[in-house]
């Protein structure tokens, strides 16, 4: 059984380092020290780089610690605590409530079954093969489970970022730069959204030392919901955290649109009737034009004449109708009379009405047709101006979400079971559930387990790093203790939920089933 004592989590520094203490058991030593070690250092050998740590010095990662020549884990296993329908209540609005600064809660109210030990402060374990640092049993509606603990050590991963806007954030493939190191790069939009891709093995080992480090640490700050600043290249400065609004440029984004430009067409049409004799949804990738659009064929509006720039795709819909940029709808426009070459004077007659508006509302703007056929910027009428502001109600508020994608497929495994591919079969075939701090992992299909998290739904600083450099995140497996024992789990090691609570030093954070079910009732998200 492999596990290491534990010191409070404000102990970071080498002075500091409360003595270790008599009630915590100490499951697994450190090496032996080698001849050449000084006698007051001891070895962790909780991932490769194996620190000599001077006693009442922290390691390389700040994650273990010499406490009286005894490997410490610094932080405190978290616990999550499963509250009561008043409690939850007090914290609705809030993102993850936590205890504050991470003060270890003693005097803990509620029964071992309302209690989950996540892999947040568990520890590493190296080589592989150790049994990962807890095999916790506990109830289910009285059904025996167990949930292999652990901080898995990950080459493998990256973080997915969504950022709701349809401003041009940079061109798809353009390296994204983070403190001068490339640390990912712009991947496919999606609806609404630019998305980015961060971090991942081949910044992390197949570049510089400093590309390697530098990615590490802007790992370790997004997937702990901390700002980070990034650099696209040819496109723009950012700055993404976590369930805030990205700031792009130096600016905050409110709105994410409420559709593409034939989309927005489509929602408004009718509304839009009898209002105006034509309208122009600006937009950087689908630009829709209301009198040719399916949805101004069903209400038998009469064409306009108007005649766009950019490639027609069908009826009403406009591709590449100006460069991406910064302005409306995400194109490079200021004046969206740029993307209008004229007018057909077979369809067009003067006092006709124009609306063009981008696809957030944010820029909107109203045309008369004069005696030339030429748009002329007029007062937008009130019922008009009303639909452009449903437009703007419609946009749901601008976010930069943070998925961690990783791989536990490898060598991870060993510490669970020591036949790793059933670990692998019983996650596909749902036996086992996959958490990482508690929160509820998307399985990829296909082989390994590959996992995927949003880290709103984890604790409080869940990611560590190990200067190999690798980034640490919590996992744990759920499963029926006889399964884990058919699995070929280490069952030596399995200790009752009370006892680990018992005996470890810890502190529990509420967690909110508004946020994500229970971790022990969470349904498998399998591909
Ligand atoms: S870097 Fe690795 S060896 Fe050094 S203290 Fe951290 S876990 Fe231990």
């Known amino acids: 059984m492999t596990s290491h004592n534990r010191v409070d989590h404000s102990a970071d520094h080498a002075d500091e380092f409360p003595a270790a203490q008599s009630e915590v058991r100490v499951l697994d030593k450190s090496r032996p020290r080698s001849e050449n070690m000084a006698t007051n250092k001891i070895e962790c050998n909780a991932c490769p780089v194996l620190c000599q740590i001077t006693e009442g010095r922290s390691g390389a990662c700040d994650r273990y610690a010499n406490v009286q020549g005894v490997l410490t884990r610094v932080d405190p296993l978290v616990l ?21 600064d991470g003060e270890p809660e003693k005097n803990l109210d509620s029964t071992t079954a309302e209690l989950f030990v996540t892999g947040v402060g568990a520890g590493t374990t190296y080589p592989d093969y150790k049994p990962a640092p807890f095999m ?6 009285g059904v025996d489970m167990v949930t292999v603990v652990t901080e898995g050590i990950f080459s493998y991963c990256s973080f997915k970022v969504k950022i709701d806007t349809d401003r041009y954030l940079g061109p798809e493939r353009a390296s994204i730069r983070h403190r001068g190191e490339v640390v990912g790069h712009v991947t496919t939009a999606e609806y609404g959204s630019q998305m980015l891709s961060l971090g991942g093995v081949h910044h992390l080992t197949g570049g510089s030392k400093k590309e390697g480090r530098v990615t590490c640490e802007m790992m370790m700050a997004l997937g702990n919901k ?16 976590a369930g805030r609004a990205p700031i792009v440029d130096g600016v905050e984004e409110k ?75 995400g194109t490079d426009i200021a004046n969206p009379l740029d993307i209008i070459e004229g007018f057909d004077p077979e369809y067009a007659r003067p006092g006709m009405r124009l609306l063009m508006t981008s696809t957030t509302g944010e820029h909107a703007a109203w045309f008369v047709l004069n005696e030339q056929l030429q748009p002329v910027p007029a007062t937008m009428p009130s019922a008009v101006q009303k639909v452009v502001d449903r437009i703007v109600e419609n946009c749901e508020p601008s ?31 749902a036996i086992t559930q996959v958490t990482c701090g508690g929160a509820a992992a998307y399985v990829w299909a296909g082989g390994g387990i590959t996992v995927m998290v949003d880290v709103l739904r984890m604790p409080d600083q869940s990611f560590g790093s190990v200067p190999t450099p690798a980034i640490v ?55």
């Open 399 to 429: 976010l930069a979400s943070v998925m961690f994608l990783a791989g536990a497929g490898g060598s991870l495994r060993a510490g669970v079971t020591d036949n790793p591919v059933w670990l692998t079969n019983s996650i596909k075939q």
């Open 255 to 329: 709105h994410m649109r409420v559709g593409c430009g034939s989309a927005t067409i489509g929602i408004f049409a009718k509304q839009w009737f009898g209002q105006v004799d034509e309208v122009v949804v600006v937009d950087d990738h689908i630009t829709g034009v209301l009198s040719e659009h399916q949805a101004g064929r069903c209400l038998d509006m009469p064409l306009s004449g108007i005649k766009m720039k950019g490639r027609k795709s069908t009826p009403g819909r406009y591709f590449q109708v100006a460069n991406p940029g910064q302005g409306w709808g």
């Open 80 to 100: 999550l605590k499963r509250l009561d329908n008043q409690s939850q209540t007090q914290v609705r609005d809030r993102a993850l409530p936590s205890t504050p």
């Open 226 to 241: 901390h700002a980070v600043e990034l650099a696209i290249e040819g496109g723009a400065q950012l700055v993404v955290q």
């Open 473 to 527: 995140a919590p996992i744990e497996f759920t499963m029926r203790l006889d399964d884990y024992a058919r699995l070929g789990g280490h069952m030596d090691g399995v200790r009752p939920i009370d006892e680990v609570i018992d005996q470890e030093r810890s502190r529990s954070m509420h967690w909110s089933v508004e946020h994500s079910s229970w971790p022990l009732l969470q349904k498998p998200m399998l591909g």
């Open 136 to 141: 916790v049993a506990s109830k289910l509606n």
